[in-house]
Nanobody
């Protein structure tokens, strides 16, 4: 069983930055591809970004390209999401997810077997 714990959320003004972290335990971290999803009030959960087991392959939603960067440190069992130039529409609960079934992270939440509890990101205008 894999446990995922997110941190780093908070309140930030539009144009600001936040860095989310997701610490994993319970399984060899390098055997997991990782993703970040988000869910805004009244909306469905949506894909944000994903990273492969080694970190060499990343996938971004169009909304994240050029502003967000995913990275991972396999020695620290942690994946990061650096978010810059934040917009009010980025306001959501951000979830970290993991899967051992795919080498590269995927776009689809049903491909992920493990989920964190989520961290709130609020961007004020």
């Amino acid at each position: 069983q894999v446990q995922l714990v997110e941190s780093g959320g908070g309140l930030v003004q539009a144009g600001g930055s936040l860095r989310l972290s997701c610490a994993a335990s319970g399984r060899t971290f390098s055997s997991l591809s990782m993703g970040w999803f988000r869910q805004a009030p009244g909306k469905e959960r949506e894909f944000v970004v994903a990273i492969s087991r080694s970190g060499g392959i990343t996938r971004y939603a169009d909304s994240a390209k050029g502003r967000f960067t995913i990275s991972r440190d396999n020695a620290k069992n942690t994946v990061y999401l650096q978010m810059n130039s934040l917009k009010p529409e980025d306001t959501a609960v951000y979830y970290c997810a993991a899967t051992s079934r795919y080498y590269s992270g995927t776009y689809y939440d049903y491909d992920y077997d493990y989920w964190g509890q989520g961290t709130q990101v609020t961007v004020s205008s």
